[in-house]
T-cell receptor, first 112, second 114 residues
Framework: NAGVTQTPKFRILKIGQSMTLQCAQDMNHNYMYWYRQDPGMGLKLIYYSVGAGITDKGEVPNGYNVSRSTTEDFPLRLELAAPSQTFVYFC???????????FGPGTRLTVT | AQKITQTQPGMFVQEKEAVTLDCTYDTSDPSYGLFWYKQPSSGEMIFLIYQGSYDQQNATEGRYSLNFQKARKSANLVISASQLGDSAMYFCAMREGDDYKLSFGAGTTVTVRA
């Protein structure tokens, strides 16, 4: 159990719609991350946060926004969805005592 | 420039044999860490093993070991005594700096044959 929950598991959006992907952790860790994955490819960092009220851009932030009002929650917002945002989205938290990250189960998003 | 390179898109291995997955990395930061993750067909990302740049010994976790060659900038994963359940995609990743962001390679698919 990675201690990270993501909702929804699946979602189909129409072009131009908006949505929020939810992520919550139960380990009270400051460091949280959002990644996206192309099928059969590696993950790319979208945004990350090192504590409540602190967020920063990763490698591919365009088209996304995040907020971190509490330690537990780290939602990812898509505005004006485009087909190029069709990915599996993973939220992760850093380990309490180590360097590794633990991932949520992912949200599979399709934009058509 | 690519930070993590995995050159083997797919590999087949016989059950009970060992398999080595290649990973090379590029960084100028003296403090970094290397990770391996497993992604089975169900899609979840499972942490396997970690090696810090200052660690003197190669990391091991059960049947997983990381062959860390700092001068060659390589961090190969060795899976010993392969099992059918090892069939999955394997990703090498690196963190640099204090915010622990990860950069991932493209992955290697491993198929274990009975």
């Amino acid at each position: 159990n990675a201690g990270v929950t993501q909702t929804p598991k699946f979602r189909i959006l129409k072009i131009g719609q908006s949505m929020t992907l939810q992520c919550a952790q139960d380990m009270n860790h400051n460091y949280m991350y959002w990644y996206r994955q192309d099928p059969g490819m590696g993950l790319k960092l979208i945004y990350y946060s090192v504590g409540a009220g602190i967020t920063d851009k990763g490698e591919v932030p365009n088209g996304y926004n995040v907020s971190r009002s509490t330690t537990e929650d780290f939602p990812l917002r898509l505005e004006l969805a485009a087909p190029s945002q069709t990915f599996v989205y993973f939220c992760a938290r850093r380990a309490v005592t180590g360097a590794e990250q633990y991932f949520g189960p992912g949200t599979r998003l399709t934009v058509t | 420039a690519q930070k993590i390179t995995q050159t083997q898109p797919g590999m087949f291995v016989q059950e009970k044999e060992a398999v080595t997955l290649d990973c090379t990395y590029d960084t100028s930061d003296p403090s970094y860490g290397l990770f391996w993750y497993k992604q089975p067909s169900s899609g979840e990302m499972i942490f396997l093993i970690y090696q810090g740049s200052y660690d003197q010994q190669n990391a091991t976790e059960g049947r997983y070991s990381l062959n860390f060659q700092k001068a060659r900038k390589s961090a190969n994963l060795v899976i010993s005594a392969s099992q059918l359940g090892d069939s999955a995609m394997y990703f090498c990743a690196m963190r640099e700096g204090d915010d622990y962001k990860l950069s991932f390679g493209a992955g290697t698919t491993v198929t274990v044959r009975a």
